[in-house]
């Protein structure tokens, strides 16, 4: 069934047709709509679920935690302070090994205070061991919902994932979407079967007391199986076009194969980079650009590869650690430093805020990137672009 | 038992409640209640943080459990409950 529906929506249709049993709520712009369209459907009869309100972020994810440890697949969605303040839990459901599937709608973190687009949310939750997509239009955000059970439920992967949608340009811009029908998504998605969970019959103790001698071994298990996700990922999005012709990579590269420079976007940003390719390609500027759509675990491989055929790549980061560089810059540079190919690397800090990333801007970035990569970095190896008072963008 | 970590489950669990852990033996000082003074309000056992309160008409204190915090002998309104050094 095709549908006209929001990145929000979308979200909320992957819920229902991946069948979440418990859906702990708490509202947050730009996210509030997810949860209110789950409770739509649940009011209409058309999905059947636990809703829990709960008080705050950190106990939604609390709740998902216990009800995932029950056997429950749990559903919840939320934005930059609500998913900082669920920073604990986070470490908690990968640690217990439970496949929460959650929306995170990236939005930039106050003061100065702002409801619009920006990853610093998503990418300072890098080290809670949870797997992390960047979507690029609707109909991404509702398959990666369904592959990502597929994925995290896996025997062989056991951990949580959050799926990221750009504030507004996705969460509230309507696209046509095709919705699969339940009964393919069920045959593609088998219930969710938890080996060991809470039952009030057969009491157990979850997350004990771990001395010295065995806490490392416990996590070498979680570093083995995000390290296993690399490949689960490919292949549940190779099944999943099997049944549904939609396919997804780590790294989404376009007309990267013969280009001088190669410039790496994430989200929704990827789409108007395609474009502003396009049209400098017409004047016989080789560019291209790599979506990141996964950058947890990080494809450290694709971005090898990348680097063979390529003098430079410019990094588009949507966010920024004080104190250096934008994170998807420092971990390209630290991929390639043991590598036997290290092109130029640059970042560009764009679009912190919802500062509006447009063609002109991208197209200013990538003539910058041609330069460089001929006449080398010099003392500019990250710049902020389109700062009032900065000059030369 | 366990040899490497492959042996090990994915998280740890206990395959037994975490009744079996009696946190009694955590204990420095241990409530005492002179039941000559207790007015059975009750307040000891909504105070308690370890649910280590029992009521059986009179409340007892259940030893396996009670950690000694001594917040019952704090709040009891008669001053009926001591805290006496563990042997």
């Known amino acids: 069934m095709k549908k006209v529906v929001t990145g929000n929506e979308a979200l909320a249709y992957g819920a229902k047709i991946a069948r979440a049993e418990v859906i702990p709520a708490y509202p947050i712009t730009p996210q509030t709509t997810v949860v209110e369209k789950i409770a739509d459907f649940m009011a209409d009869g058309e999905m059947k679920a636990k809703y829990i309100k709960v008080e705050s972020e950190h106990s939604a994810m609390a709740a998902c935690i216990a009800a995932s440890n029950a056997g429950a697949r749990t559903f919840t969605a939320t934005s930059a302070h609500g998913l900082t303040l669920m920073h604990e839990l986070l470490f908690w459901a990968s640690g217990a090994r439970l496949p929460i599937v959650m929306g995170n709608i990236n939005r930039a973190m106050g003061p100065p205070w702002s409801v619009w687009a920006d990853h610093l949310d998503s990418i300072a939750q890098r080290d809670t061991g949870w797997m992390q997509f960047y979507c690029e239009n609707n109909q991404e955000v509702l398959d990666t919902v369904i592959q990502a059970y597929k994925i995290c439920e896996d025997k062989d992967i056991l951990l949580p994932a959050f799926i990221n949608e750009d504030a507004f340009y996705l969460s509230h811009t309507s696209e046509l979407v095709d919705i699969p029908d339940q009964e393919r998504v069920d045959e593609f998605l088998p219930p969710y079967e938890l080996q060991l969970k809470l039952d009030i019959d057969n009491p157990m103790g979850f997350g004990s007391l771990v001395m010295p001698e065995w806490y490392m071994e416990f996590r070498y298990k979680i570093a083995e199986a995000m390290d296993r996700s690399r490949k689960k990922i490919q292949q549940v999005s190779k099944e999943f076009n099997k049944m549904f012709g939609r396919s997804y990579e780590m790294l989404d590269l376009y007309r990267c194969e013969d280009a001088e420079a190669v410039f790496i976007a994430v989200g929704t940003m990827a789409s108007t980079a395609k474009e502003v390719v396009d049209t400098m390609r017409k004047e016989g500027k080789d560019v291209g650009v790599a979506r990141l759509r996964v950058f947890r675990p990080f494809p450290v491989d694709e971005i090898r590869e990348l680097a063979k055929t390529v003098d430079f790549i410019g990094v588009m980061d949507r966010s920024y650690s004080f104190g250096y560089g934008g994170a998807i810059f420092s971990e390209i540079k630290a991929a390639l430093y043991n590598s036997d190919y290290k092109p130029i690397v640059k970042d560009y800090i764009v679009g912190l805020g919802g500062k509006d990333v447009t063609p002109k801007v991208l197209e200013k970035i990538f003539t910058d990137g041609l330069k460089v990569r001929t006449k080398g970095l010099k003392d500019k190896e990250i710049e902020w672009i389109g700062v009032k008072g900065l000059g030369g963008w | ?87």
């Open chain 2, 1 to 87: 038992m366990f040899k490497t970590y492959e042996d090990l489950p994915l998280t740890p669990i206990t395959n037994v409640s975490s009744r079996t852990n009696k946190t009694g033996l955590w204990r420095t000082f241990k409530p005492v209640i002179d039941y000559e003074k207790c007015i059975k309000c009750y307040i000891c056992w909504k105070f308690c943080p370890d649910v280590a309160i029992i009521i059986n008409d009179f409340p007892q204190i259940d030893y396996d459990y009670c950690k000694g915090c001594g917040i019952c002998a704090n709040e009891c309104p008669k001053n009926a409950i001591t805290m006496e050094k563990e042997e």
